[in-house]
């Protein structure tokens, strides 16, 4: 119903930039929330960043707090991750995700979100 395409992931160095790309198309008003996770090979998703289409509020993992930002361009149907100072331990699958609210108890977890990408693959070399 709601159908994301990421891209814009790539292989940097150490305290280099990359900025992801979320494009949304098909039944996307459905969609009041958006949100980057990625997974590492042998790791749990974990959450990264969210934001709530109708206003552009976000909220951030710790672990990329002020090296990380969300936004939106709801004209395009499009969500952005621009990621700066990237670390060795930011290399993951980054997935897009999107679901119907913004919903305290569920928004920073996996369980908060319906649709998903197919994920970008961000490597960053020490």
């Known amino acids: 119903q709601v159908h994301l395409v990421e891209s814009g992931g790539g292989l940097v160095q150490a305290g280099g930039s990359l900025r992801l790309s979320c494009a949304a198309s098909g039944r996307t008003f459905g969609a009041g929330i958006m949100a980057w996770f990625r997974q590492a090979p042998g790791k749990q998703r974990e959450f990264v960043a969210t934001?709530?289409?109708?206003?552009?509020?976000?909220g951030y993992a710790d672990s990329v707090k002020g090296r990380f930002n969300i936004s939106r361009d709801n004209a395009k149907n499009t969500v952005y991750l621009q990621m700066n100072s990237l670390k060795p331990e930011d290399t993951a699958v980054y997935y897009c995700a999107a679901g119907p609210k913004s919903l305290t108890m569920v928004v920073f977890t996996t369980r908060g979100y319906s649709y998903w990408g197919q994920g970008t693959q961000v490597t960053v070399s020490s």
């Open positions: 934001i709530r289409l109708s206003d552009g509020g976000t």
